[in-house]
């Protein structure tokens, strides 16, 4: 596979194509600038849920995106700051009592906390 080294070949401003408003291509309407944030809205979910401890590197992307290309790129509404979903709701509504009488909520940053464990890991279930 041939990779472009951006240091030793010209690199393309495509700005340019952001900035048209409408093409009209027979009978439909396109508009480059929505197709472009479609898109990388749901490039940033499907990699964000695929990767969820990248979620940092993702952040900055859209961030830059956002910024310097001036997009209105979704953002993710995942967890950033999970990295294993080990809970399952189902298990959580068959085992309530245990729940109630082990987790507490914490308002500040809107999850529920396991209390103490005997691990080093500590369950949480966010709340959206």
Same mark, same amino acid.
């Given at each position: 596979?041939?990779? *472009?080294?951006?240091?030793? =070949? ?12 409408? /093409?009209? +291509? ?14 990388? =809205? ?7 849920? +695929?990767? =969820? ?7 900055? /992307?859209?961030?830059? %995106? ?6 209105? %790129? ?14 399952? *709701?189902?298990?959580? =509504?068959?085992? /309530?009592?245990?729940? %109630? ?23 949480? *279930?966010? *709340?959206?």
């Amino acid at each position: 596979m041939n990779k *472009v080294n951006p240091l030793n =070949s010209t690199v393309y401003d495509h700005m340019n194509y952001l900035s048209i408003d409408i /093409i009209t +291509l027979f009978d439909r309407w396109i508009s480059l600038r929505r197709k472009a944030e479609q898109y990388l =809205s749901e490039k940033f979910y499907e990699m964000t849920a +695929l990767t =969820s401890y990248d979620w940092k590197t993702y952040e900055h /992307i859209w961030m830059i %995106v956002k910024e310097v290309y001036g997009l209105n %790129v979704a953002e993710t509404h995942l967890p950033s700051r999970t990295t294993d979903q080990n809970i399952d *709701v189902l298990d959580l =509504s068959r085992n /309530i009592n245990f729940f %109630v009488e082990n987790y507490h909520y914490n308002l500040h940053t809107q999850i529920f906390m396991q209390e103490s464990t005997e691990t080093k890991q500590i369950k949480t *279930v966010g *709340v959206n």
